[in-house]
């Protein structure tokens, strides 16, 4: 690194090594990163899901010196703001889809929602969702439900039915919601309570 004048090293994906599997342990993993410090004088940029975060809570030394860990959440369908942010990548999606052949059959606040309990928030598998739906298509046409519903199912696992959000029925608030709830859970974040739907859904999940 001295060599080659590396000031900065960023890792992605960090949180693995705080997983169940990892071969260092949570105090071991925390003195590798601060011995990696110490002896480049590198800056490091750590980057993944916050259950990294007990990671840097194990070495007192690397916890001071660490600047405040920055959290980018999925947007939140509670919060206007994070709503229309949601809604304005969707619209941008629509731009490009439709400059390439491809206008979307469903009006766009179905649309949106649709996509917005598919993803939990998410652009990035929003996004994906899109993506699939054009390249089953193929060749340019009106994207209709049933397109969307075939490309979401074809998606890997997930810990929301994401095909079902693209079925003929309309998801409600409360489904927007769970889906929302199941991907901060899956981040080890806590879900806030905002709404009437919200609260459904905390109230749901400690009766689970």
């Known amino acids: ?19 169940r599997g990892s071969n260092l ?22 980057d993944g899901l916050p259950r990294f975060q007990r990671i840097i809570d194990q070495n007192e030394q690397l916890r001071d010196r660490a600047s405040g860990t920055i959290l980018l959440k999925p947007y939140d369908w509670q919060v206007s703001d994070d709503r229309e942010a949601f809604a304005t990548a969707a ?11 491809f206008p979307v059959g469903l009006e766009f606040e179905d649309f949106v929602r649709r996509l917005y309990g598919a993803s939990g928030g998410r652009v990035p598998m929003m996004m994906r969702i899109i993506k699939l739906c054009a390249l089953g298509i193929a060749k340019p046409r009106e994207i209709a439900l049933s397109d969307l519903h075939r490309a979401a199912a ?5 810990c929301i039915p994401t095909a079902s959000f693209f079925e ?41």
């Open 91 to 101: 619209d941008a999606a629509i731009v490009s889809l439709e400059g390439s052949g």
């Open 154 to 158: 074809s998606m890997q696992q997930s």
């Open 25 to 46: 342990s949570p105090r071991a993993a925390a003195d590798h990163l601060k011995t990696i410090v110490d002896e480049t004088g590198v800056t490091l940029i750590l």
């Open 168 to 208: 003929s029925r309309d998801p409600d608030e409360v489904d927007l919601m769970r889906s929302f709830a199941a991907i901060m859970s899956e981040a080890g974040l806590e879900f806030g309570v905002e709404t009437l739907a919200g609260l459904g859904v905390e109230w749901g999940t400690q009766a689970g």
């Open 1 to 19: 690194m001295e060599a080659l004048n590396i000031d900065v090293v960023v890792l992605d994906e960090v949180n693995h090594i705080a997983e």
